[in-house]
């Protein structure tokens, strides 16, 4: 039950598109479209953004996207806004669940 | 609307155990499985385990096997996590959430604080 691997941090100016990777293994993310991503703002409480792999939630900005190849799912956030800097998190179920490191992201 | 709300912070020794509850409310609670997560400090999620109103169908993360118990109680509506024999590495804050569509979890508890400390 080893944590699926996100970059520590990505960075992009406002208006950019910014991909946040994360690789799991064949019994996880390349098993399942069940990846899930979450938003989670300091002293926040963590927020759906993403489900099955390239699902919004309702209420949930068109700007954030989803996708998967193999072992690898991506979240894609386009038109960066100052609002968006926040940590990161990916998600897979594998029979059990499993998350990401996190990833932080810096708008400049 | 979907409400968690789990019980305040709490200060334990090292050895000692933890009972947190998570009060579910705006929606059927026996449709939708409850999850723990917990959160270090400056640290990521980690799934602790989850648990089915329905039929008290339990799973939990191999980590913590043998010291974490998740049950519910349907006539109040409420979720129960109790970790025993804690150290110091159990200080986090820990939520309930519920298990929504493509096994994500779509509501949040508020949080609750564990501080084990001597």
């Known amino acids: 039950q080893s944590a699926l691997t996100q970059p520590a941090s990505v960075s992009g100016s406002p208006g950019q598109s910014i991909t946040i990777s994360c690789t799991g293994i064949?019994?996880?993310?390349?098993?399942?479209?069940?990846v899930s991503w979450y938003q989670q703002h300091p002293g926040k409480v963590p927020k759906l953004i993403i489900y099955e792999v390239n699902k919004r939630p309702s209420g949930v900005s068109h700007r954030f996207s989803g996708s998967k190849s193999g072992n690898t799912a991506s979240l894609t956030i386009s038109g960066l806004q100052a609002a968006d800097e926040a940590d990161y998190y990916c998600?897979?179920?594998?029979?059990?669940?499993?998350f990401g490191g996190g990833t932080k992201l810096t708008v400049l | 609307q979907v409400q968690l709300v789990q019980s305040g912070a709490e200060m334990k020794n090292p050895g000692a155990s933890v009972r947190v509850s998570c009060k579910a409310s705006g929606y059927p609670f026996t449709g939708y499985s409850i999850i723990w997560v917990r959160q270090a400090p400056g640290q990521g999620l980690e799934w602790m385990g989850g648990?089915?109103?329905?039929?008290?169908?339990?799973k939990y993360v191999q980590t913590l096997q043998g010291r974490i118990t998740v049950t519910t109680d349907t006539s109040t509506n409420t979720a129960y996590m109790e970790l025993r024999s804690l150290t110091t590495d159990d200080t986090a804050v820990y939520f309930c959430a519920r298990r929504g569509n493509g096994a994500s979890f779509d509501s949040w508890g508020q949080g609750t604080l564990v501080t084990v400390s001597s």
């Open positions: 064949s019994s996880d993310v390349g098993s399942y479209n069940l």
């Open positions: 998600c897979s179920y594998a029979g059990f669940w499993v």
């Open positions: 648990i089915s109103p329905y039929n008290d169908n339990a």
